[in-house]
């Protein structure tokens, strides 16, 4: 059997809030469902029933702390509680997949440790699931 030709690399995605593109400040991020799930057994040796609920999603996001005007950290900081639209894809290009959906921001962390660079490590509730589409 061949080898799978539609396996890559995680490198030149997109990241967008609004209209801003942020790629160039993050890399780490994935849109991960939450599913609440639970089993219960039954008397029987082999009895078992199990139930799959609806799934919340969460943006997880790792990036510097960049806390100038243009800075991921100063958009989180001032748009605290708010929601934003977002584009997420995990290779940029015509045609390629893109997800898209909205997300409540959440006040990143501030400050480190001493010699390292300054990151943010948060996660930011979607509402609803993102859309999956296509890029432009």
């Known amino acids: ?12 995605g997109i990241l967008k809030f609004g209209a801003t593109d942020y790629t160039n ?5 994935s849109i991960d469902p939450e599913t609440p799930i639970q089993q219960q057994r039954t008397m029987v040796p ?14 997880k996001l790792t990036g510097f702390q960049d806390w100038e005007s243009t800075g991921l950290a100063a958009f989180l ?15 940029k290009g015509s045609g390629k997949v893109q997800f898209t959906g909205t997300v409540t921001i959440v006040a990143p962390p501030i400050g ?25």
Do not use: R
Request: charged share 15%.
């Open 1 to 12: 059997m061949p080898a799978y030709g539609g396996a890559y690399v995680l490198k030149d």
């Open 25 to 29: 400040q993050h890399w780490d991020c």
């Open 46 to 59: 082999d009895g078992q029933v199990s139930d799959a609920d609806s799934a919340t999603w969460v943006m």
């Open 77 to 91: 900081w001032a748009n605290a509680n708010l929601t934003s639209s977002f584009t997420y894809a995990t290779k």
């Open 112 to 136: 480190g440790k001493q010699g390292e660079f300054a990151q943010i490590e948060i996660e930011l509730p979607l509402t609803g699931s993102p859309v999956k589409g296509v890029q432009p």
